[in-house]
């Protein structure tokens, strides 16, 4: 399997990650999001990372379904929960990470690629409060580590990481209970200490 990818994708560390608690090898290979004949865009109309790629099958993507495959390559319920009540929270929780990463990512790319006269400030504002509702929802009652990583703490741990990446620390003093969740998940999960981005 192949994995099109970039070094500080969030979305991609996911699968990675993912990956590698499952015993399950890739194929890694950058690509450029911002090129026009990349084959990226080819093989997600998107052109959004990450996509697997699995011989003789179509293109895999977009982060929630590659977990989603990668569990059912591994015979299911590794990642995502089959009883259905923690299915639910585990997905739910995937779809909240991947919201604070989205949130993350706009606010860099906003402030990082757009002339300072063609910012705007208030939509940045916006965003970060999204992620910081995030956090203040999350901080009271982290989830629970002890079944192993599932699709939602790898997200979780993702995106805390990535808020960490492109937008500073700011957000450990107030959510001590998450900050130490992530040193615990650090310290349980190799395949994040493994996938961890360069420096910004």
Not at 153 to 171: H, K, M, N, Q
């Amino acid at each position: 399997m192949r994995l099109r990818y970039s070094l500080t994708s969030p979305f991609a560390r996911k699968v990675r990650v993912a990956a590698h608690h499952l015993g399950l090898p890739l194929t890694l290979e950058l690509a450029d999001t911002l090129s026009e004949t990349d084959t990226l865009l080819q093989q997600n109309p998107l052109g959004k990372l990450p996509v697997l790629l699995v011989e003789g099958e179509a293109p895999v993507f977009d982060s929630p379904v590659i977990l989603a495959y990668l569990d059912h390559l591994s015979g299911g319920g590794r990642l995502i929960p089959a009883e259905p009540a923690a299915r639910f929270a585990c997905l739910r929780l995937e779809a909240l990470a991947d919201g604070i990463m989205d949130a993350a990512l706009l606010s860099f790319y906003e402030t990082r690629f757009r002339p300072v006269e063609r910012q705007h400030p208030d939509w940045v504002a916006r965003q970060k409060a999204k992620i910081a509702r995030a956090l203040d929802a999350l901080e009271p009652a982290p989830p629970s580590l002890e079944a192993g990583p599932t699709a939602g703490t790898i997200a979780l741990a993702c995106a805390l990481a990535y808020v960490d990446l492109r937008l500073g620390s700011d957000w450990r003093g107030p959510h001590p209970n998450l900050v130490a969740w992530l040193d615990t998940f650090a310290a349980q999960v190799p395949g994040f200490r493994e996938t961890a981005p360069p420096a910004a």
